[in-house]
């Protein structure tokens, strides 16, 4: 299936307004990705922990790479990133196990 893709929001000294996505567990999401991006995720839920991973396209040998996988507790947000191109792409593509998590890229 294809992946919905997430705008990227770029920080101004100024300061902008978030606007988080709702993680689709099942198309999963993608995020242009220049060696500058971040990403905000957020666990919404009130009763479990949530994954969200980090999809690595470089190879070696071949194969592919483990991906980056981080699991976020009830109520909790943390920033990922930036994430280098040589690594993950100039497509981050990231996957979700739950819509409880919110998920907001920023250009830092």
Same mark, same amino acid.
């Given at each position: 299936?294809?992946?919905?893709?997430?705008?990227?929001? +770029?920080?101004?000294? +100024?300061?902008? +307004? =978030?606007?988080?996505?709702?993680?689709?567990?099942?198309?999963?999401?993608?995020?242009?990705?220049?060696? @500058?991006?971040?990403?905000?995720?957020?666990?919404?839920?009130?009763?479990?922990?949530?994954?969200?991973?980090?999809?690595?396209?470089?190879?070696?040998?071949?194969?592919?790479?483990?991906?980056?996988?981080?699991?976020? +507790?009830?109520?909790?947000?943390? =920033?990922?990133?930036?994430?280098?191109?040589?690594?993950?792409?100039?497509?981050?593509?990231?996957?979700?196990?739950?819509?409880? =998590? @919110?998920?907001?890229?920023?250009?830092?």
């Amino acid at each position: 299936m294809p992946r919905v893709q997430i705008p990227v929001t +770029a920080a101004t000294r +100024a300061g902008v +307004a =978030l606007t988080a996505t709702t993680g689709d567990p099942v198309n999963n999401h993608y995020v242009v990705n220049d060696g @500058k991006t971040g990403v905000i995720v957020e666990n919404t839920g009130s009763t479990v922990s949530r994954t969200v991973t980090f999809r690595i396209s470089r190879k070696v040998d071949g194969q592919s790479v483990t991906p980056r996988t981080e699991t976020l +507790a009830v109520g909790e947000k943390q =920033l990922f990133g930036p994430f280098d191109i040589n690594e993950y792409g100039g497509n981050l593509l990231i996957d979700v196990d739950n819509a409880e =998590l @919110k998920i907001t890229p920023i250009r830092i």
